[in-house]
């Protein structure tokens, strides 16, 4: 079993920045990739941004060049900077882990107002 735990979610102004945490304990041996979802009212869960255990990351479209993906494997701590934040990314925010199967955490929080 994984468990991940988020923070870092908040308001902020458009234009703005956060930076989102994700912490991984249990069987972490078995992770081969970490990512961010996002799900806004109304919407499907779609992809952030992924970071596969090699460190290739991967990101979606909509947040290229915004966003950063990265990790610190000393603290099994998968983080997500956000830059330029825009209303549209107004969302609940996802970690998740591949491994044996998928593990998600509970979710943070993020309002951009415009």
């Known amino acids: 079993q994984v468990q991940l735990v988020e923070s870092g979610g908040g308001l902020v102004q458009a234009g703005g920045s956060l930076r989102l945490s994700c912490v991984a304990s249990?069987?972490?041996?078995?992770?081969?990739?970490m990512g961010w979802y996002r799900q806004a009212p109304g919407k499907q869960r779609e992809l952030v941004a992924r970071i596969t255990k090699a460190g290739f990351t991967a990101y979606a479209d909509f947040v290229k060049g915004r966003f950063t993906i990265s990790r610190d494997g000393a603290k099994n701590t998968v983080y997500l900077q956000m830059n330029s934040l825009k209303p549209e990314d107004t969302a609940v925010y996802y970690c998740?882990?591949?491994?044996?199967?998928?593990?998600w955490g509970q979710g943070t929080q993020v309002t951009v107002s415009s």
């Open positions: 249990g069987s972490i041996f078995t992770i081969n990739a």
């Open positions: 998740n882990a591949v491994g044996l199967r998928q593990y």
